[in-house]
């Protein structure tokens, strides 16, 4: 059945409806070029519109706060209704309102929840993760023409079955087998030249990464892998480019990085693959998921986590302009250090040329020479005692020879008798009359015969 301005009232405009309507298409329109339709420029009064979306065309169409208004009618003729769900994102900040994103339990389907007065300081108690049945009824914001719930109760379910209950119940495993121990964590590389980037495609974190690691350490090199960072493919695909980084060995660090996001949108980042993944990796591995108020369980396990992108990109390379600091620093005191030893040597070497024993070089000698003088003299005084003492000995031997000696006796009046063969006659019973003797006397000797014997 078709209306009388040529729509259909069971499906879309056909091409001779839109033509009967004065619909032109553009040269070409069939090539998928737009076509043209001429409507008045201001707007239409009320009574001049369609009463029923079934009765709009081309040339008579709604405007878009009329349809907005249509949708609003409708929604506010829908009952109130509970729903329960988990809080993926809360935000109560602002007193008296509360705007909470509701996620299915099950499926992957969010919705919007706002509340104000009484509601709002109920929920303000409530945080990201807990489970909650709301009461409320629809609510539809013509200006955006978007679709909320307005609610009026909100209440606790119990901790069994929520997905952060069951993060946390993983998270109290994982740390009972050592997972997120302190001394299982790596330290950064003080100068790294290749980082690992693990990202999604197009992100805007990875521009976050690169540009403020190129502001601050441009010689850094990349090695970006894209990943899907929420959904059923992020857990698998982030193993996998971890394990891809972790074996490429021109890979220095790791950086796992995402944006912001809902509870619900970093849940891939607390699967336990990835955590396992993570403390398997023999690399630094840095976590830089959301933004502050964020927490995964990849941040437990990594051996770095940074509050966002542009926070990991500063604490995982050293700043260009500060170590160009250091190097001067450290420059200026290995020259004063210098300076100040030269100064030091050349004080010293002064000290020494100075001294008299280089200026005056005799002075040197003077206590040698006065040494030898002294040597000398004792050496000579030494010699003539020793000569003296053995011209004494050697008088008082003089004088015992010249005691004893035979010509002593001779001296004194005594002669010495010998016979003819020279023996000494100390007996007259040696001689016999007529032997010759000889007589030594003190001066000469006499030869003469023995005449006569008496005993």
């Known amino acids: 059945m078709t209306t009388a301005m040529g729509y259909s009232s069971s499906g879309a405009p056909t091409a001779a409806s839109l033509a009967s309507a004065g619909f032109t298409p553009g040269q070409g329109a069939g090539a998928g070029e737009p076509g043209t339709i001429n409507l008045p420029a201001g707007p239409r009064p009320v009574d001049q519109l369609p009463a029923r979306a079934g009765e709009t065309t081309a040339q008579n169409p709604w405007p878009v706060s009329v349809l907005s208004q249509k949708f609003y009618g409708a929604v506010e003729r829908w009952p109130a209704a509970w729903v329960t769900g988990q809080i993926t994102q809360i935000n109560t900040r602002r007193a008296g309102s509360a705007y909470i994103t509701l996620r299915d339990d099950f499926e992957d389907i969010a919705m919007e929840v706002n509340g104000f007065g009484r509601f709002a300081a109920a929920a303000s108690q409530f945080v990201q993760g807990d489970r909650v049945v709301i009461h409320g009824k629809a609510?539809?914001?013509?200006?955006?023409t978007s679709l909320s719930l307005r609610g009026d109760t909100i209440l606790k379910v119990g901790e069994g079955g929520s997905l952060k209950a069951m993060i946390d119940e993983l998270r109290k495993r994982l740390k009972g087998e050592g997972l997120f121990d302190a001394d299982h964590k790596l330290p950064l590389p003080e100068f790294p030249k290749t980082i690992g980037?693990?990202?999604?495609?197009?992100?805007r974190a990875e521009g976050d990464v690169i540009t403020n690691v190129n502001l601050r350490w441009p010689t850094v090199s990349f090695k970006v892998v894209h990943v899907h960072v929420q959904g059923e493919q992020c857990p698998a695909e982030v193993v996998e480019a971890i394990a891809k980084l972790d074996a490429d060995p021109s890979v220095d660090v790791i950086i796992v990085a995402r944006g912001g996001g809902s509870f619900e949108d970093l849940i891939g980042f607390s699967d336990e693959r990835v955590v396992r993944a993570a403390y398997a990796c023999s690399k630094p591995l840095v976590s830089a998921i959301g933004h502050e108020d964020d927490w995964t369980l990849l941040d437990l396990v990594a051996d770095l986590r940074a509050s966002t992108p542009t926070d990991a990109a500063k604490r995982v390379v050293p700043d260009v302009n500060e170590q160009s600091q250091l190097i001067e620093g450290a420059i200026d005191r290995m020259r004063l250090r210098v300076r100040s030893r030269v100064e030091n040597e050349i004080r010293?070497?002064?000290?020494?040329?100075?001294?008299?024993?280089?200026?005056q070089p005799h002075t040197m000698l003077e206590p040698h020479q006065r040494l030898i003088d002294d040597s000398l003299q004792r050496l000579d005084i030494g010699l003539r005692r020793i000569v003296d003492d053995a011209q004494l000995t050697i008088e008082k031997a003089h004088a015992s020879l010249t005691a004893l000696s035979p010509q002593s006796t001779l001296n004194r009046g005594y002669a010495v008798v010998q016979s003819a063969d020279g023996h000494v006659v100390d007996s007259s019973t040696q001689v016999s009359p007529g032997d010759d003797i000889t007589v030594t006397l003190k001066r000469g000797v006499i030869t003469a015969t023995a005449t006569s014997i008496t005993e």
């Open 197 to 203: 980037l693990v990202c999604a495609p197009q992100a």
């Open 139 to 144: 609510n539809l914001w013509m200006k955006r």
């Open 348 to 359: 010293l070497i002064e000290g020494y040329a100075n001294r008299p024993s280089l200026t």
